[in-house]
């Protein structure tokens, strides 16, 4: 009697659970890229406001290191401005989603 190898064992156990999905469909839908292009489209004020975070905390810490005080200020408050405007686009985009659902 020839027995059957680990390896080959363990390859049809992995045939059965992709057949298994085919059969009843993928458990995740979209993708985590598919999800973040959606969320997007969805409410593209929110990834504005994020990058206009990030540049004006990194211009005003560049300036701060180089020794520009007045810009390096000018910056930290556009930071705080552009975070603000992040997190209004966050609510505003959840009170859109919710009335949709409506």
């Known amino acids: 009697m020839a027995s059957k190898s680990p390896q080959h064992i363990n390859l049809n156990d ?5 057949k298994l999905r085919e059969e009843t469909g993928s458990a995740f ?8 292009m959606r969320k997007i489209k969805e409410n593209p004020l929110v990834p504005i406001g994020c990058l206009a975070t990030a540049s004006a905390l990194g211009f005003g810490l560049y300036n701060f290191r180089t ?3 007045r810009m390096s200020q000018m910056m930290m408050r556009a930071r705080i401005i552009a975070q603000g405007f992040t997190v209004a686009a966050l609510v505003v985009g959840v009170v859109m989603t919710y009335n949709k659902k409506d």
């Open 14 to 18: 992995d045939l059965d659970w992709i």
């Open 67 to 69: 020794g520009n005080r």
């Open 29 to 36: 839908p979209e993708t985590t890229k598919e999800k973040m």
